[in-house]
């Protein structure tokens, strides 16, 4: 966890020094990047929090995200990821919101995508979304590496609007 919270305690003192607050909406990820965010002391001052979004119910109970506001919008995409960045950030009233969804491993999920496929997104004064495939089905190694690009997506939509 050392990696992740290294990158988080950068954000989370960019994210103090301007004032911002984040809320998260991972999925595949496990709950690692909020893990990472809240492991750096003096949290409370910009993490607004978040859940790990693993299912629809899920999705329909803590993000309030109804079958039909996804329409034309398939899960484990882009427009999925920023979907639920946007309702996070709306949701707890943060500047920031950042979503992650995807397959982990060791198989692909039910849409098709395989092992290792995920999609992160950033929500807030900026809007950015990328799609990541480590193209390996391990689980753990999958769930670390989506972390990390949430981590450095968040970074670069921080230091590069």
């Not at 999705?59 to 039909?68: E, Y």
Request: hydrophobic content about 45%; aromatic content about 4%.
């Amino acid at each position: 966890m050392s990696e992740l919270t290294r990158m988080a305690a950068s954000l989370g003192a960019l994210l103090k020094e301007r004032k911002e607050t984040i809320a998260v909406a991972e999925s595949s990820a496990g709950g690692l990047i909020s893990a990472a965010l809240l492991a750096v002391p003096g949290a409370s001052a910009y993490f607004l929090g978040g859940g790990v979004i693993y299912t629809q119910a899920a999705r329909r109970a803590l993000l309030q995200l109804r079958d039909a506001s996804l329409t034309g919008i398939r899960p484990s995409t882009e427009a999925y990821a920023l979907l639920k960045a946007q309702t996070i950030r709306e949701r707890l009233s943060a500047t920031w919101g950042l979503a992650e969804t995807g397959a982990s491993g060791p198989t692909g999920n039910r849409y098709g995508d395989a092992p290792g496929h995920a999609c992160i997104a950033v929500a807030g004064p900026v809007e950015r979304s990328i799609t990541l495939q480590t193209r390996h089905g391990d689980r753990e190694k999958n769930m670390w590496a989506f972390a990390r690009a949430a981590l450095e997506l968040l970074e670069t939509s921080l230091r590069k609007p």
